[in-house]
């Protein structure tokens, strides 16, 4: 099946070309990255823009660089990027453990990080690690630069804070100490979205973050699980006391992937198993990253 | 719009529309029909080409991205003969139908320049995307951890 729209399509060599490029079709300009979401939506007559503004050639936007405690990533960084980078494995070896459950080899490829959260929809992967992570959301557009903290990133299904005329030009993260974990129930690897999916950064003094995909329209964390288990140690008791929460804060669907009662009951036992190995990677104890708990 | 890329080594200057995708215009256009029209959606692997070195889903690329680019298929992999890969896969009788073959033996070819000694969870993570009705899949496995490093004899 082919594209049945007509749109025009340009590639800007410059970031204020391609901030130009949307601000003449206001609301009607789309921007192409990695695509893997963009062209399956085109294909199915989900999005109609008059203008598709590829990014790809802008400068600056694929690089992951260190400055300090703070890690930046691109919005042209693939997937694959991030599974290579000795700066990711170094630093935040949670982006590479979530990378690595990403659609396939040939999607991830393609695909960015970025791409991700700016499509937004509720199975992300990115969505659930960079809330556990307070990420920051760098944007440029007509009026210049500003950040967006991810808390107020995901605004509804598919919807964001970024203004139509904005380019994401960067995310970024503080790497200082912590422990996390990506915990994503699929029914099989290589292609599929998240049934379900739990990610976790506990910084010293046990710190938490706990944000969840695929379990409400976007991806969230959950400030009453947080604030339960923040400044204590884990034990028995106190995990099933959070995990007896998860029902509560999720509002998960029934569709073709998974029943809402399937989500919510394997979305406990991940927050169980998750919030175990997260402590553990924190003291450099347990499980490897990369290693799964389901 | 101009489309001036590389097809197997060699170069081509077409003129396609923006909603043009990258598998089609290959196929119709470039004279290649080794990627496979399959679920058109990016995830059954059928229509994976390599491009600059990686694969990719040709069905999720609009052609005018390839503009400048370096594109090969399983066509390109076989001017001098089979590959080695290629013979292992023939060997191991790994294909039936073969409609999954073009993506299934570009997505081991890319993953054996990354890792020439891949572990079994190594092929069978770099194949996951590739969806094969036919043989599941061991023959396939089997073939490809044969022509790693270690599998000679």
């Given amino acids: 099946m082919v594209i049945s729209h007509e749109f025009d399509y340009r590639r800007p060599s410059s970031l204020e070309d391609a901030i130009g490029a949307l601000a003449e079709f206001p609301g009607s300009a789309w921007i ?20 598709v503004v590829d990014i790809k050639d802008v400068p600056g936007l694929a690089d992951i660089a ?14 694959t990027d991030l599974i290579e980078s000795d700066l990711i494995a170094d630093h935040a070896p949670l982006l590479a453990e979530m990378a690595e ?8 490829n393609r695909a960015t990080l970025v791409g991700n959260i700016c499509s937004a929809v509720p199975s992300c992967d990115a969505g659930p690690v960079l809330l556990a992570y ?8 007509p009026a210049g630069e500003r950040t967006v903290d991810i808390n107020d990133w995901f605004v509804g299904l598919r919807q964001t804070a970024r203004s139509d005329d904005e380019v994401v030009t960067r995310v970024t993260i503080d790497v200082r100490s912590h422990g996390g974990i990506y915990v994503k129930l ?20 046990h710190d938490f973050r706990v944000a969840f995909g695929a379990v409400a329209p976007t991806p969230f964390r959950s400030a009453r699980i947080e604030d339960a288990l923040r400044g204590k140690a884990l034990d028995a008791a106190l995990v099933g006391r959070v ?19 399937y989500r919510t009951r394997m979305t406990e036992v991940m927050l169980d198993r998750g919030l175990w190995a997260a402590v553990g990677r924190l003291s450099g104890e347990g499980l490897r990253y990369g290693e799964r708990v389901i | 719009m101009d489309l001036n890329f590389t097809v197997n080594g060699e170069t081509w200057a077409l003129d396609v529309a923006p909603a043009d995708v990258l598998l089609d215009v290959l196929r ?29 889903r040709s069905c999720l690329v609009l052609a005018v991205e390839a503009d400048g680019h370096e594109i090969t298929t399983v066509e390109g992999l076989s001017f001098d003969g089979l590959s080695r890969l290629q013979g292992l896969f023939l060997s191991n009788n790994s294909f ?28 069978q993570e770099a194949l996951a995307g590739n969806l094969c009705r036919c043989t599941g899949y061991e023959p396939i496995i089997e073939a490809v951890l044969a022509a790693g490093a270690g599998g000679d004899q």
């Fill in chain 1, 101 to 108: 459950t990403v659609g396939s080899t040939g999607i991830r």
């Fill in chain 1, 66 to 79: 260190l400055d300090d405690r703070t890690l930046s990533i691109g919005s042209l960084v693939t997937f």
């Fill in chain 2, 28 to 56: 119709e256009k470039a004279a290649v029909k080794s990627p496979k029209i399959g679920c058109e959606r990016g995830d059954c692997g059928s229509c994976t080409i390599i491009m600059d070195g990686r694969t990719v």
């Fill in chain 1, 243 to 261: 995990v007896a929460l998860v029902a509560d804060e999720i509002s998960p669907i029934t569709d073709m992937r998974a029943s809402a009662e």
């Fill in chain 1, 32 to 51: 192409l990255a990695g695509g893997t979401d963009l062209v399956a939506w085109l294909r199915d007559d989900a999005v109609a823009p008059d203008l």
């Fill in chain 2, 96 to 123: 039936q139908c073969g409609f999954c073959a073009p993506g299934i033996v570009l997505a081991a070819t890319e993953l054996l320049e990354r890792k020439p000694n891949p572990s079994r969870h190594d092929v």
């Fill in chain 1, 134 to 141: 307070d990420a920051a959301v760098h944007l440029a557009g």
């Fill in chain 1, 186 to 205: 699929m029914r099989y690897a290589g292609e599929d979205l998240a049934q379900a999916a739990v990610a976790i950064v506990v910084r010293p003094d």
